[in-house]
């Protein structure tokens, strides 16, 4: 078993690096909020992707926040704005860099800005730029075993002598987005008393993770006809082409949320008071842990155990083949078994067993 960090102060001034996927910020909520606890005292903040924020927004552990620069085509202004990120991060003199992610860049960071402590994970080359290099506790002879993230971090959490944050992930909202969806909601006929199900198809991982447009929207009509539910279609940007074949392809009514697109903070809220959420494995299936809402998750190429918990209310829908899990963004075969074999009858009768 591996020491506990010893700090000869208590730290003033800590970063902790978040992840760059939406999945992986809401499982790091425990985390977040155990740092806060073990160290009342210090000024905590955050560095992620801008984009990211409104997923943490109105929580009590979150004040100070940083951005990456965003990606741009001109290599002089982006590496002018990671310069700058060096410069503004340097200057707050942290004691304690605490890095989520397993990237060499995150550590290369966190080295540059001159946090005295730099904690992270002993994987990815990067051995030399942590001074405290944590063992990493699911590594094999052939790679990575499958481990929840909840408890991954939880690794981090201990060796930092913070109690372990279970795996409660904790997601709020904010009174503009539970207008703003509200009023969404109520154009398109649906009010407060209304069930309604929410339907995610897309994912940024890839199209291998993707289910079929004709049996979601199969599944949608059973669900309309046979239960009387509103089916309200929330998609990321680039995904509305997906969810508009869907509402094409119902026989019933789907309610389409484009033009524009929620927000993430509104597809909290969107979740928040839905009677399920039906979708892939993707981002908004956390969001439905963090409020306790039933939900329905197809999984293909990916492996469920990395995002377990022991949350109630989930219907993980899967076959087992072969060939995965591959965790390839598009399938290299004819025909993409993983999710072929996923039926109509399958997702409905989970779907059911929730709402009962």
Excluded at 29 to 45: G, L, N, S
Excluded at 150 to 166: F, I, M, N, Q, S
Excluded at 265 to 293: C, M, V, Y
Excluded at 331 to 349: A, G
Aim: charged fraction near 20%; glycine fraction near 6%; charge should be neutral.
């Amino acid at each position: 078993m591996q020491a506990q960090i010893v700090l000869k102060d208590a730290p003033r001034r800590i970063l902790i690096v978040l992840p760059t996927w939406v999945g992986d910020v809401v499982m790091a909520t425990p985390f977040i909020k155990t740092v806060h606890q073990r160290y009342p005292d210090a000024d905590i903040h955050l560095l992620m992707y801008a984009h990211l924020k409104a997923i943490l927004d109105g929580s009590p552990w979150v004040s100070h926040c940083h951005f990456w620069p965003k990606k741009s085509n001109n290599k002089k202004d982006y590496k002018k704005a990671q310069h700058l990120l060096v410069d503004d991060l340097r200057a707050y003199e942290f004691d304690l860099a605490i890095l989520l992610p397993n990237s060499i860049r995150v550590a290369w960071l966190a080295w540059r800005i001159r946090a005295k402590h730099r904690v992270g994970f002993n994987r990815d080359g990067r051995r030399l730029l942590l001074n405290h290099p944590v063992a990493v506790p699911n590594k094999t002879s052939g790679g990575y075993s499958p481990m929840p993230l909840v408890e991954y971090y939880d690794v981090l959490a201990k060796y930092l002598d913070c109690r372990p944050g279970e795996d409660a992930i904790q997601l709020f909202t904010l009174p503009d987005e539970e207008r703003s969806t509200r009023n969404r909601l109520e154009a398109h006929g649906i009010g407060p008393e209304d069930a309604y199900v929410v339907l995610c198809p897309g994912a940024n991982f890839g199209a291998s993770k993707c289910w079929h447009v004709d049996r979601f929207a199969e599944v949608a009509d059973r669900l309309v006809s046979k239960h009387g539910v509103h089916i309200v279609i929330s998609p990321g940007p680039g995904e509305e082409p997906l969810a508009a074949a869907i509402a094409q392809a119902m026989q019933q009514t789907g309610i389409l949320l484009t033009s524009p697109c929620l927000t993430l903070g509104e597809l909290k809220s969107l979740i928040q008071h839905s009677a399920l959420l039906l979708g892939n494995d993707t981002g908004p299936r956390h969001f439905s842990r963090a409020f306790g809402i039933p939900r329905v998750t197809i999984f293909g190429p990916t492996e469920a155990r990395w995002t377990d918990t022991s949350h109630n209310g989930e219907s993980i829908v899967r076959v087992e083949v072969p060939c995965g899990p591959c965790h390839k963004k598009v399938c290299p075969l004819e025909s993409q078994v993983c999710m072929e074999n996923v039926t109509v009858d399958m997702v409905y009768q989970a779907c059911v067993a929730q709402l009962l």
